[in-house]
Each structure stands twice: as C-alpha cells, then as structure tokens.
C-alpha cells in the first residue's frame, strides 16, 4: 500500500509539476483532522461526537509565478472510487494554469484505501463530505487565498462531496466563520439520496454527465438541476449523448464487475433524521456496515456498469471548462 500511495503522489508530482521554466512550482502538503462517517445522520448534533477521529491531508498546488502578496481563487478538489486518475489530474493542472490554487484532497490515501470501487463502505460518501466541509474551514482563513471565490470540485465519490456541500442545511452545521463556496463543479456525481427538503446553494452549479452513465445515473441529476433552478439557483448540466461514466478518461469503455449500478435505486434523505431510506423499504440500515451493505444491495446492482473514454466527448468538459474559469475568477 505504501508503495501504491508513493506511485500515486509521483504521477501527481510527473504530471503537473513543472512550469515554463521546467522548475517545480510551489506545492504544499497541509494536514487537518477529519472523521470517519457511517450514517448520514452522525454528521449532525451530538452524534459527530460518535464518530472515529481521522487525521486526513491535501495537497495545495499554487499557479505558475505565485506571488504571495496577493489572495487567490481556490478550488477544493476530490477524486473518485478509484482514487486519483490521469484525466482528474488534468484538470487539476487546467485549473492551476487559470491562475487558481487547488486544493487537491487525499481522502483514500490518508486512511491507506486505494478504491471504494465494489465496497463503498470502507470510505463512505458521508466521510469525503465531512472531509471537504472540513477543507473549506481549513481555508477560509488563510492569508493566500480569496474565500470569496473558493469553489468545490469533484469526480463520481468527489462529485458527491461537492453536491452536498452545497446543500444548506449540511451548511450550516458543518462550516464555520462563515464558511462558503462561491460554486460548485462536478463530474458524473452521485445525484442519490437526495433530501426530501430542496435548501441547495443558489450560487453557481456545474454538473458534466453522460447521458447513459448507469454508474452514477443522470436523470436524477437533470431533475436535480430544474429543482435548484425553479428556486432561483444557478445550476447548469452539460449532458453528454451517448456518453458513460468517466466519458473524459483515456482508458477505453468496457465493462465494470465489481462497480455497483445504482440506476435502480431510489433512496431519499430524511430532512428531520437526515438518516438515508428506502421509501418502499423502510426497514433499511445505511449506519451499519454489514447492513450498509444489504441495503445497498437491495438496489444496486453489480455486473453491468459501463465506464470509459466516449471519443466524441472526451474533451467536451475541459474545453467547456475553459470558458467557466475566467467568469470565476
């Protein structure tokens, strides 16, 4: 394992690393402390308190000529169920390059897991969403950075974490000295167990989705989108025709065994227990890990995820990007 995580910090360091001038451009390893979630519900109340301790650590890489008497825009970022990949990375150094510091979050290395692909307990959805609630109180404060335009980013897992943090009663529990993002943008996200109470964020919304993705499905994501809108939000879905899970990855598409479809399932988050449930089966244990586990498997299924590069659309969000970073800035 730790010879997975050196491989993983060097392809990081190999990829993004060197400017103009083939020297390395500032990086910085910051530590926080975090927790282990099990159960929606033991984000909020006392109940935190219930939850294991975790020392977690980011990466903050800072633009080409930084200058430290000036504050930046910062971008929050989150990878997926596999961990880091070649096709987050890039833009991780799009990001950069557009003059933003980014705050690259370490959730599966910081706890020695390299995938979450079939398992989905060993870290929770609810861990990386306390963990980037968590990196935002970290920052929000420091002196290099402009928090009026800090902004959440993610892919699939880190896709959740965003969307959620972007939900305002999580908000107003978890982030402190005023605490906010100015946006969100997010990849394939998870759009499930969503609250039955639509408080979301009304500043900015970026969702990147195929429109065949049956790993993280669309369609809950597109009602999501006219739900924050219809409220006075800012949501916008960029839907790719065709397109799978990770469409923007160089890997080719192919079938995914272990990877659990969650396109039949229709979970909900209770607004008063903030516990997740099944409306046709409400006898369902989402904060038990082997119950967790029968419960996801009343309606996920394993077998027929389709994940992989889509040739018309592998390029579609960075180009996309390119044109939203300027106006974030």
Not at 99 to 108: G, Q
Not at 163 to 172: E, I, M
Not at 177 to 183: D, L, P, Q, R
Request: hydrophobic share 40%; net charge negative; glycine share 6%.
């Amino acid at each position: 394992m730790q010879k997975n995580f050196v491989s993983i910090l060097f392809l990081l360091f190999a990829l993004i690393s060197c400017s103009d001038t083939n020297e390395a451009y500032l990086q910085e390893k910051i530590s926080y402390e975090s927790k282990n979630i099990l159960g929606f519900e033991n984000i909020f109340g006392d109940l935190i308190d219930t939850q294991s301790n975790q020392e977690v650590f980011g990466v903050l890489h800072f633009p080409d000529n930084y200058d430290n008497t000036k504050k930046y825009p910062l971008v929050i970022a989150s990878h997926g169920s596999l961990n880091w990949r070649e096709h987050h990375l890039q833009y991780l150094e799009q990001i950069r390059q557009a003059d933003f510091i980014v705050f690259a979050m370490h959730p599966f290395d910081s706890r020695n897991v390299s995938s979450t692909v079939g398992n989905q307990i060993n870290v929770t959805s609810e861990t990386v969403i306390y963990d980037m609630a968590q990196a935002i109180n970290l920052m929000w404060l420091d002196p290099r950075v402009d928090n009026t335009k800090i902004y959440a980013a993610g892919w699939s897992l880190g896709g959740t974490a965003s969307l959620f943090n972007a939900w305002l009663p999580l908000q107003k529990e978890l982030f402190k000295n005023g605490a906010s993002f100015a946006g969100y943008l997010m990849w394939y996200p998870g759009c499930l167990a969503l609250p039955d109470l639509n408080e979301w964020d009304q500043d900015f919304i970026q969702i990147y989705i195929g429109e065949e993705d049956n790993w993280t499905p669309a369609e809950p994501c597109i009602d999501l989108v006219n739900t924050i809108n219809q409220e006075g939000g800012q949501a916008n879905i960029e839907l790719y025709p065709g397109a799978y899970h990770s469409f923007d990855s160089p890997l080719p598409l192919r079938l995914w065994p272990d990877a659990y479809s969650w396109a039949n399932c229709k979970l909900r988050l209770s607004a008063d227990t903030k516990k997740v449930y099944d409306p046709n089966n409400l006898e369902l244990d989402f904060s038990d890990p082997t119950a967790r586990r029968e419960a996801y498997e009343s309606c996920a299924v394993k077998g027929n995820v389709m994940a992989g590069s889509s040739p018309d659309y592998q390029n579609a969000a960075y180009e996309h990007l390119a044109k939203i970073l300027p106006k974030l800035k």
